[in-house]
């Protein structure tokens, strides 16, 4: 009896650190079926649209910026990591920073963007649009047949960095304007790359700007939103500033006319 109460009780503690080891679920603000970004974003277009010609007007247009500085950076914003975010943004900011300096900043938007993202998610399935290098011929910035398994509106990227430019906005707004200038020069830059329509990169905006609407609502998001708020205000006084010239560059680009 001893014995099978020992196997029992082996058994039991084997399931629970079997159970420890399984990461939690993330979830984001929003309660499940809270909000559907179906009855806001515009259908994405089809042929005989006006929108589905501009697109591809501004597919063919873009792909002589592939090779050049803005295209470049269109390369280079395909990276969505913390790290790179923040580098990215540093000189909007005025600062440079690293995540392990602003972790509750780090925290806020990864959780919100789970929201915005599976928003993203959703238009993505409903409408099953091709990526541009499927309609028409040209240059893309990242692997053709990474970006050919999944569908393009409304862009992920842009939705995703769009997510970052309100809420480090909201946290640095006397630094609004060029956080989300730079915020608008992140979707752009998947139309340089190649990999989204134009359409989808608004689209990107739309489901962020929307869906944060209805983050904003809630308690959650408030109370982790002003520790961050504090966290970064902290951090602005002790950060460093990034180097003059690159953000320069980085400046004229931002302001480049795409199409």
Not at 4 to 22: D, K, N, P, T, Y
Not at 91 to 114: F, H, M, N, Q, Y
Not at 196 to 221: L, Q
Request: glycine share 8%; aromatic share 6%.
């Amino acid at each position: 009896m001893m014995r099978r109460s020992l196997s029992v009780a082996l058994g039991a503690a084997l399931l629970m650190a079997a159970g420890a080891a399984v990461p939690a679920e993330r979830i984001g603000y929003l309660a499940p079926g809270s909000f559907d970004i179906l009855g806001v974003l515009p259908p994405a277009p089809v042929p005989g649209d006006p929108r589905y010609d501009a697109d591809r007007r501004v597919f063919r247009h873009t792909r002589r910026l592939l090779g050049t500085p803005r295209g470049d950076m269109a390369v280079n914003d395909v990276q969505r990591a913390p790290a790179a975010m923040l580098q990215d943004y540093g000189c909007a900011l005025g600062i440079s920073l690293t995540p392990d300096r602003v972790p509750l900043t780090i925290a806020v938007i990864e959780k919100a963007s789970l929201d915005t993202n599976a928003q993203k998610d959703r238009a993505k399935d409903f409408y099953k649009r091709s990526r541009p290098f499927l309609i028409d011929r040209g240059a893309v910035c990242q692997p053709r047949d990474k970006l050919a398994r999944t569908w393009d509106y409304p862009s992920g990227h842009t939705t995703g960095s769009w997510t970052w430019a309100l809420i480090l906005a909201d946290l640095a707004p006397d630094h609004a304007a060029a956080i989300l200038a730079r915020g608008r020069a992140f979707g752009q830059s998947r139309a340089v790359c190649g990999a989204h329509n134009a359409s989808a990169v608004e689209a990107g905006w739309m489901t962020a700007d929307v869906t944060m609407a209805a983050v904003r609502t809630t308690p959650a998001f408030q109370n982790d939103l002003a520790a961050a708020r504090a966290e970064f205000a902290a951090a602005r006084r002790e950060a460093g500033a990034p180097d003059v010239a690159r953000c320069a560059a980085e400046h004229a680009l931002v302001g480049q006319r795409i199409y």
